[in-house]
């Protein structure tokens, strides 16, 4: 959710870099399909709206936080506050981490560990039993924050869709975004495409709502893709709970 383009020149560069390095993958292989729920910055109706479809169906999400959003209105969204945080947790959802900024790495330079160690702790006041799984704002990363992400955090996620599956790169793991742009039954078919041999499907949106915004997902669409990821025989996990089903060290 861009408030100002993140997408400038050195940025877009550094992420490049970064992508185009050797990386250490592990082996996802799963012995039933996952699929998991995730949010990002977060907006109030993720929490409200998002939350209460997923608890419908007795599952959980992974909600990325950025602490320096809390309580602030983002891109044209109420962002939740301290509060809503503590009551997500409460309800048995993960927070996880988003930087403290909501800025790339490339932005922040050196400064990008100080920026994650922020957020850590103002995670930590909200949630001590926040787990360590990250993802990163627009997708973006570079060679130091990859490095600072690998070295801090159980996994890190990026924005490039796609199933995980096989050997996969645990500190950028794909993800699929839900957005109005995209069908519901090409949403779908994300699912259909991981059952067999079953591979780990990580959705991502923002806010929820009936007319979402364009990085936004109706509830209605949510609802439908979690029925159908449950029906079809998926387990649907947190990013953390499905980390400990596929056996990757905490
Ligand atoms: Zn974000």
């Known amino acids: 959710m861009p408030e100002s383009d993140p997408f400038t020149f050195v940025n877009r560069v550094a992420n490049r870099v970064a992508r185009s390095l050797p990386r250490q993958l592990v082996n996802i292989a799963p012995s039933r399909p996952i699929v998991s729920f995730t949010f990002d910055d977060i907006p109030e109706s993720a929490a409200s709206t998002g939350a209460a479809v997923l ?3 007795g599952v959980r999400g992974t909600f ?15 962002m939740l506050d301290d509060a809503g945080y503590a009551r997500l947790a409460g309800a ?38 926040v787990r360590r799984n990250f993802a ?7 060679p130091n924050g990859q490095r600072e992400v690998d070295r801090r955090y159980r996994s890190g996620r990026g924005v490039l869709p796609g199933i995980n599956r096989g050997l996969v790169d645990l500190g950028y793991l794909h993800s699929v975004e839900l957005k109005p742009c995209f069908e519901t039954a090409e949403l779908q078919s994300w699912i259909d495409g991981a059952l067999s041999p079953p591979g780990w499907v990580i959705y991502f949106t923002h806010d929820v709502q009936d007319e979402p ?34 056996g990757i060290a905490a």
């Open 55 to 57: 608890e419908q169906h």
């Open 64 to 78: 990325y936080v950025a602490g320096g959003l809390a309580g602030r209105d983002f891109d044209g969204q109420p």
């Open 92 to 129: 048995g959802h993960e927070l996880a981490h988003h930087t403290f900024s909501h800025q790339p790495p490339a932005s922040l330079g050196l400064g990008y560990g100080a920026d994650l160690q922020r957020n850590d702790i103002y995670l930590a006041g909200i949630d001590a039993r």
């Open 136 to 142: 990163f704002p627009f997708g973006l990363t570079s």
């Open 213 to 246: 915004s364009e990085f936004g997902c109706q509830p209605a669409v949510l609802d439908q893709l979690v029925r159908h990821a449950l029906e079809s025989g998926c387990e649907v996990l947190t990013v953390d709970a499905a980390l400990d089903r596929l």
